[in-house]
């Protein structure tokens, strides 16, 4: 047993990773899971290791709520269709230790059935969530219907797919650069927008159940950080002086994310800018209004706004829309949004 252990200390995977499957998406391998039938039944793990990104406290978010949905899924019948996802994150997710997600049954209705969904590591809990889903047509021949229409904004080109950022290759989506709409409106009122795809193409077998996961990894990209983007605050760990100094290429690529990001590439514009002490994620939810029509490995356009923020946390709302105007899914998370204070923000907990 004590060798065991030390084993899986080393692993970031409870498993062997197998080879990505080169049929499916990069997105389809990056968000599966395995089950565990072994330990118990609707037990779950990561089959491949979790990104940490640059900086971050913690693994990226998006990919737990992926795997969440992708677990609850597999105890449903094809016939149910996710329309609803709320999560709590409640502790910074480690990149060197496998994810458990235990799916727990709730609730198998005529129309609705439930799961909440644990995800753990060494025995702690992470991350939870309560996923609904509705049977398919159950709603009746006659119904009422209103949608909120994609707003005016750059159609995708077929340029857009040779297009790439050096810095995010490796992830399972492309995006591209963040607008950042009525700039010089009261925050409330600033909006960022932005379209996303998955890379390559969701496979036939992934089904629709792929396309939700995929879109549950995309709609956490960019989502809290609409925040310290529309007041304009410094996010980087390095100052701006200290990117002034950077030799090449590192330079070069520091000034193109801060340009994609919304905060210009050049050093006048990063003048007398707050900088941002904490910022992380505390919920996160999704409604999925058409789950049939999501196609993650099209272009998707998402538009963000804040309502409100204040005592250092700070709320989001986003719209996320196919490229013919079909609105897929509203999002609302809400997260700690702390301006550095003197430096007290590294000894900073939640």
Not at 54 to 79: F, H, M
Not at 133 to 151: C, Y
Not at 236 to 259: S, Y
Request: aromatic share 8%.
């Amino acid at each position: 047993m004590e060798g065991t252990e030390k084993v899986l200390d080393k692993r970031t995977t409870l498993l062997r990773p197998p080879e990505p499957d080169l049929s499916k998406s990069p997105i389809e391998n990056t968000v599966e899971v395995t089950p565990l039938a072994v330990l118990g039944p609707d037990i779950f793990t990561n089959t491949r290791p979790l990104w940490l990104p640059p900086g971050a406290r913690g693994v990226y978010g998006g990919a737990v709520i992926a795997q969440s949905l992708a677990a609850a899924q597999l105890t449903v019948r094809d016939d149910f269709l996710v329309h609803s996802c709320h999560c709590y994150f409640l502790l910074a997710g480690s990149a060197t230790i496998p994810i458990m997600y235990h799916v727990e049954r709730v609730r198998d209705g005529r129309s609705f059935a439930t799961r909440t969904v644990q995800a753990r590591q060494k025995g702690n809990c992470i991350f939870t969530t309560t996923i609904s889903f509705v049977r398919e047509n159950s709603g009746g021949e006659k119904q009422i219907r209103h949608a909120a229409a994609l707003p005016d904004a750059e159609m995708p080109d077929p340029s857009w797919d040779e297009e790439d950022q050096a810095w995010s290759r490796a992830g399972p989506f492309k995006s591209r650069r963040i607008e950042l709409k009525d700039a010089d409106a009261r925050p409330d009122q600033r909006k960022a927008r932005q379209w996303h795809r998955a890379r390559g193409q969701i496979s036939e077998a992934g089904g629709h159940q792929a396309h939700l996961n995929a879109l549950a990894y995309i709609s956490d990209s960019y989502f809290i950080g609409t925040v310290s983007r529309i007041h304009r605050l410094w996010r980087l760990g390095m100052t701006p002086e200290q990117v002034v100094e950077l030799p090449e290429p590192e330079g070069t690529r520091i000034r193109q994310f801060l340009a994609y990001d919304g905060m210009g590439s050049e050093p006048e514009e990063w003048k007398g800018l707050e900088r941002v002490g904490m910022l992380v994620s505390l919920d996160h939810s999704i409604y999925f209004h058409e789950p049939k029509r999501v196609r993650a490995d099209e272009w998707m356009f998402s538009e963000m706004e804040s309502p409100w923020s204040g005592d250092g946390r700070g709320v989001v709302m986003q719209r996320i829309y196919a490229q013919d105007g079909t609105l897929l899914a509203s999002c609302i998370q809400e997260g700690v949004v702390r301006l550095q204070q003197d430096g007290a923000e590294k000894a900073s907990k939640i």
